[in-house]
């Protein structure tokens, strides 16, 4: 034991997305009419809150999921495996009728993509589906919640209860689609992915923002949003960015720093030759995104392990892995920059196996044994 203390049975509560991942991994990915063969396959428990809550059990944390889920095969053997990793299924409503959730995943071999094929469960969860008894059960005792944006109505019920019980909310907006301001607004932390590859980039953190770059998306987040913390934009293989709020500890008379010129400097200090995770940062300071405005924060750059091309087998659920990270991050207070280095370990080891969770790392995994 090297590290900060975790507080004994941390409950975390997850409301969003569960599902069953069918996962095949291909050669190359097919042409259009092409009939092909793949080069491994597996079936597995997947969703958002499926797979970061996974993590956080795993890493030691008491995961609580609200959920929703029909009474077929797939239903019961997503409970299935979310019991055998240690979390607590009995706030998932099982609908007699309908199907679950379930998504076609291709990895491909060549681009180590993941593409996605997904089939919303029927009937959706509805607010009425759980009792206001169950979500005080579900948040009683609870260290932090957890919110992927979906189940929305449902979600915004937790989301109040928890803010009523000063209950902190971390959020991985993986699309920040209108419709989520109302949820957004009201939690601590946010987590999301950038999306920057895609040409069909309408949900994106630049489009949502009206802001040209991270930078400036982040200054326009925590302008927008005077209840958040800190937001975490995931870049892949490229890390990560941080920007974290600072109570005004530097006079808003003192120089601003343009926040692009900002992240630039900090991109100069980065270390090609360092493959493990490291953490650059700013100093505390007013940071200026032109036509937008100032924040006081400090500005991180977590950079990603530098995984061999023949360890890297799907980047599947990476970012769940990242986030159910940050959670246990929070809970075992670790300062900021062992956060993000953390996280990004964790995500490296899921990136080593086929699937949303197969390689996400137990408490003891030496791989992340120095953080623990
Ligand atoms: N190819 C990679 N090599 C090393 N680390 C990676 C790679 N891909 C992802 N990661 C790690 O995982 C984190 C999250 O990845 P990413 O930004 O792809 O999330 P995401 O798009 O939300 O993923 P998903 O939607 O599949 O969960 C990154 O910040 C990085 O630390
Ligand atoms: C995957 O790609 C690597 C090269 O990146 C190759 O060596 C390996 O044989 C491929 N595996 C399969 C199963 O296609
Ligand atoms: C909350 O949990 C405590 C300890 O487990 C228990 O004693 C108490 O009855 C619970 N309260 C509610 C409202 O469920
Ligand atoms: C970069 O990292 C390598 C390996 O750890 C180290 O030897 C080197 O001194 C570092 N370079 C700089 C400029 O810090």
């Known amino acids: 034991m090297s590290g900060d203390f975790l507080p004994e049975n941390s ?21 259009p009419d092409q009939k092909i063969r793949s ?23 008491k995961p609580r999921i609200i959920s929703k889920i029909a009474d077929d095969t797939q239903g019961r053997s997503i409970l299935d495996e979310l019991q055998t990793d240690g979390v607590d299924t009995s706030f998932i409503v099982v609908s007699k009728e309908g199907t679950s959730p379930f998504t076609y995943i291709i990895v491909d071999n060549q681009t180590k993509s993941r593409t996605c094929i997904h089939t919303p469960g029927f009937p959706p969860m509805k607010p009425v589906d759980l009792t206001e008894s169950s979500l005080l059960s579900a948040l009683n005792g609870t260290k932090i919640a957890y ?55 309408l ?17 326009s987040m925590l302008l927008r949003l005077p209840k958040v913390k800190f937001v975490i934009v995931t870049l892949g ?65 977590g950079t990603a392990e530098n995984i061999p091309p023949y360890e890297l087998i799907d980047t599947t659920g990476a970012g769940d892995a990242f986030a159910g990270a940050v959670l246990y991050a929070i809970c075992a207070n670790f300062a900021t920059e062992k956060m993000l280095c953390f996280a990004a370990n964790v995500a490296a080891a899921k990136c ?21």
Not at 203 to 219: G, H, M, Y
Request: charged fraction near 20%; include cysteine.
């Open 147 to 201: 919110l992927d944006g979906r189940l929305h109505e449902t979600a915004l019920m937790v989301a109040h209860e928890a803010v009523k019980k000063n209950i902190p909310i971390l959020m991985d907006a993986e699309r920040l689609r209108e419709g989520l301001d109302d949820l957004i607004k009201v939690v601590d932390y946010v987590v999301c992915a950038a999306q920057f590859p895609q040409a069909s980039s």
């Open 237 to 301: 293989k490229d890390g990560c960015i941080m920007l974290e709020r600072t109570a005004n500890e530097v006079p808003s008379t003192e120089e601003e720093m343009d926040a692009d010129k900002l992240l630039e400097s900090l991109e100069t200090k980065k270390n090609a030759s360092v493959n493990i995770p490291t953490c650059i940062s700013s100093s505390v300071t007013n940071l200026r995104a032109d036509g937008i405005g100032t924040i006081c924060g400090k500005l991180y750059i």
């Open 11 to 31: 409950i975390v509560v997850g409301c969003g997305a569960v599902g069953l991942d069918l996962l095949a991994t291909v050669a190359a990915f097919p042409q």
């Open 203 to 219: 949900f994106s953190l630049e489009v949502w923002t009206e802001a040209a770059t991270v930078p400036k998306a982040l200054v």
């Open 352 to 372: 080593r196996a086929l699937g949303a969770r197969s390689g996400l790392p137990r408490y003891n995994d030496q791989h992340i044994a120095s953080f623990m």
């Open 39 to 61: 080069t491994s396959f597996k079936t597995q428990g997947g969703g958002n809150t499926g797979n970061a809550l996974t993590c956080a059990a795993r890493l030691g944390l």
